[in-house]
């Protein structure tokens, strides 16, 4: 009738809590250094998208991205401004749509889904018009992108510049040209246009 000890009467107990013990302790350490680990991933995500965020600013740069599975827009702070949109509006792809000129709206369309059917990135130059009335010319480059082996992933993204300066410029130039075409061949005088070594162009007179 003699008690056995406590470490022979109940060893497979003990074992089995000392095992879910050890057990435990790993996954929590694991689990906190997963937890460093993210925030670390976290930390300089943020820095790179501080960063991004910092130069697409300062040069105007427009940055957007959409989800296929559901439809979502990302739309950065210059691309929001460049289409007329509020930073907390909820921005559809209707919503750019309808903001391109609707003569180029069909053309614009058209190219892009060309570009992912052959699976070659996307470029196009096209005029937008925001709530403001001001026209504006756009130049977007965009392409499909996809995690792999996850077709059903895909989404598609892109950038999009303002060259309404350029347009602009390009408008004068050609105004310009055409001016000086009509005087030359419409003056009673004769012009003679050359350099050093040849004759280039005579006007009818």
């Known amino acids: 009738f003699r008690p056995q000890p406590l470490w022979q009467e ?7 809590a000392l095992i879910i013990i050890a057990l435990q302790g790993a996954m929590i350490a ?5 937890r460093r680990r993210r925030a670390s991933m976290q930390a300089e995500l943020t820095e790179n998208q501080q960063m991004m965020e910092l130069a697409t600013s300062a040069g105007g740069l427009g940055l957007w991205g959409r989800e296929f599975s559901d439809g979502a827009i990302w739309l ?5 401004s460049l ?3 509020g930073a907390d509006d909820v921005v559809r792809f209707e919503d750019i749509l309808s903001r391109v000129h ?6 614009m369309i058209s190219d892009a889904e060309r570009a992912q059917r052959v699976g070659v990135p996307f470029e196009g130059e096209f005029r937008i018009r925001p709530v403001t009335g001001i026209e504006r010319w756009v130049l ?8 792999a082996g996850e077709e059903t992933n895909a989404r598609r993204m892109g950038v999009v510049l303002d060259i309404s300066e350029r347009k602009r410029a390009e408008q004068a130039l050609r105004e310009s ?15 003679v246009l050359h350099d ?3 004759i280039l162009e005579v006007n009818p007179a």
């Open 30 to 34: 694991d689990l906190l250094i997963e």
């Open 10 to 16: 109940y060893r497979w107990y003990i074992l089995g």
């Open 177 to 191: 040209e055409e001016k000086f075409r009509a005087l030359f061949e419409g003056s009673s005088h004769g012009v």
């Open 140 to 147: 977007a480059k965009g392409r499909t992108t996809s995690d």
């Open 102 to 107: 609707p003569d180029d709206r069909a053309h």
């Open 76 to 80: 950065n702070p210059p691309m929001r």
């Open 196 to 198: 050093e070594n040849q």
């Open 83 to 85: 289409f007329g949109f």
